[in-house]
């Protein structure tokens, strides 16, 4: 009896000890909003495992979407995303790194996102590398900006602008050939043809 007691005992205790790290880990993920369209600036995370849980706002059904972080290429750092539904969901880690800016593309789906406990961006980051001058301390935090577009055949809404611009450059350049004297144009040919 004594033994059974025991063993209850030590089941209890080692039980209630696992879970007391999962139960910091969830509470010590700092929560934040990101609303589609406004980037935030300066974003902070510790460099030595930070990680920070974007709730997504603004998300419509069917719709493309990419999650972008820029950050300081001075400071030696990897970022991952991972794309959540729900708090405690399993992750979907779909990102791309490009130079010193971490991307993630996604698509919601026509669920209720609501119902689901919502979308979530997963931040973690962790220190790559050293610091090459002497002297110098290894720092501390590192500075951020995160950003949530919704994206129109692969760009996002905020760039098309350039899209239209190029455009125009290129009808401007094949038309404007057109109404030059054709002294010009022969000029250009007979010195292309020289060379």
């Known amino acids: 009896m004594r033994l059974n ?21 969830v509470n010590a993920i700092q929560n934040k909003v990101l609303n589609v369209g406004e980037e935030l600036w300066r974003e902070t995370l510790p460099l030595q495992t930070g990680s920070r849980l974007y709730r997504l706002q603004g998300l419509k059904p069917h719709t493309w979407y990419e999650v972008k972080i820029s950050y300081p290429a001075s400071i030696p750092a990897r970022f991952s995303l ?17 130079l010193n800016t971490e991307k993630l593309i996604f698509k919601t789906e026509s669920l209720d996102l609501s119902n689901q406990g919502g979308m979530y961006v997963l931040v973690n980051v962790e220190p790559e590398g050293v610091v090459a001058m002497r002297n110098v301390s290894e720092r501390q935090f590192i500075l951020f900006n995160i950003v949530c577009d919704e ?9 098309w602008w350039v899209v239209v611009l190029v455009l125009l450059c ?5 038309i404007i050939p057109s109404f030059l004297p054709p002294f010009l144009l022969q000029k250009s040919q007979n010195a292309s043809k020289d060379s």
Not at 87 to 98: A, K, T
Not at 170 to 174: H, M, Q
């Open 5 to 25: 007691l025991l063993a209850v005992f030590y089941i209890f205790f080692t039980t209630f000890i696992t879970s007391i790290p999962a139960f910091v880990l």
């Open 170 to 174: 290129l009808g401007l350049a094949f």
């Open 151 to 159: 994206l129109l055949m692969g760009i996002p809404y905020k760039a």
């Open 82 to 98: 991972q794309l959540k539904r729900g708090e405690l969901d399993l992750s979907l880690n779909l990102n791309r790194r490009l």
